[in-house]
């Protein structure tokens, strides 16, 4: 059996730079080494390491084979699988980092770029972060659908076409319109990732289904215009920073059909967003009320609201005893 490097060597720099933290490809080996057919091996070589004096040569030996046994076992395959897919990752970028999560909720990628390039070209000052735990990371299968999903959110942000700009605007109303807006956006580039995906047969039919349900719960409208919107959406080849903000900031400017079953229609008092369908907040709890005017001292239940705010503050009010029962 021959190994990709032998112990002493380390692993052969390509062009564009791959890196693996030492921790994150540490857990990931041990996970994966178990029930390997070359597992003995791997834990004989290891335990051999243990015998060696100088602590620092020690660290730098382990973290050497770990590589090597790494690549032997094809754990580094998933990430050139998915690099390969979009071109535009290597050629943009000079680098793709792999570091471990904190936790399963804070896994992602992230497309960084250095404030002092002296001169650089956009490629060499641009970097890939990718969060994600050992655990994924030996999931062959969820991994690699974790990885399309997050490397496409970069391509997205690579592509010109696309125009991403970082920052959503900001509102002097408060932090409840800014984050209202942050997950309406983030809610429909999802849904243009897993479309995309999906048209490759990386994804099943039934994710259009899936998306449609969260689609329409959160932007209330005409049935019609609704399905039309959707499918622009989740059809795009080409999606666009603008559109997704255009429709994330007043979806109503994209519908032609009047709704003749609402009674108002207009902007939300709470998070002035404008809404098609605009709920009578008399038949609202004693308790959601009171947790509404928390945050709008000057809002009354002779104001209706949008289904969005309603949702939020009966979760809230949710959480909260929740939090009291424990």
């Not at 693996?20 to 791997?42: K, S």
């Not at 001292?297 to 705010?309: D, F, V």
């Not at 009966?314 to 029962?325: G, I, M």
Request: a negative charge.
């Amino acid at each position: 059996m021959s190994l990709p490097c032998k112990k002493g060597e380390k692993a052969t720099q390509l062009s564009y730079r791959i890196e693996y933290q030492p921790q994150l490809v540490e857990e990931a080996v041990l996970r994966a080494i178990d029930g390997h057919t070359d597992g003995n091996i791997f834990r004989k070589e290891r335990n051999d390491l243990y015998r060696m004096q100088d602590e620092k040569a020690r660290e730098e030996a382990f973290q050497t084979l770990h590589q090597c046994w790494f690549e032997h076992i094809g754990l580094h395959e998933p990430l050139k699988e998915v690099l390969s897919c979009w071109p535009i990752l290597r050629t943009d970028t000079h680098r793709c980092l792999l570091v471990k999560a904190p936790s399963k909720k804070e896994v992602g990628a992230e497309l960084f770029v250095a404030e002092n390039h002296a001169g650089g070209s956009e490629g060499e000052i641009r970097s890939i972060v990718i969060r994600l735990t050992a655990e994924l990371l030996i999931q062959s299968e969820q991994g690699i659908h974790f990885l399309r999903r997050e490397l496409l959110h970069v391509v997205d942000m690579l592509a010109p076409k696309f125009g991403y700009e970082s920052n959503l605007p900001k509102s002097d109303i408060g932090p409840t319109y800014d984050r209202l807006l942050q997950e309406r956006y983030r809610i429909l580039w999802d849904l243009t990732i897993d479309g995309r995906l999906q048209r490759m047969n990386f994804l099943p039919a039934s994710v259009k289904d899936r998306h449609w349900k969260i689609f329409k719960n959160t932007f209330p409208g005409p049935g019609q215009d609704l399905e039309r919107v959707f499918n622009f959406f989740f059809g795009n080849v080409s999606p666009k920073h603008q559109d997704l903000l255009s429709f994330s900031l007043a979806p109503e400017t994209w519908f032609i059909h009047g709704n003749l079953e609402s009674k108002s229609k207009g902007i939300c008092p709470l998070c002035h967003f404008p809404s098609h369908y605009l709920m009578d907040a008399k038949g609202l709890s004693v308790a959601i009320i009171d947790e509404i005017k928390k945050e709008h001292t000057n809002w009354s239940t002779a104001q209706p609201i949008c289904q969005q705010c309603c949702d939020l503050y009966e979760s809230r009010h949710s959480e909260t005893d929740t939090f009291k029962e424990q």
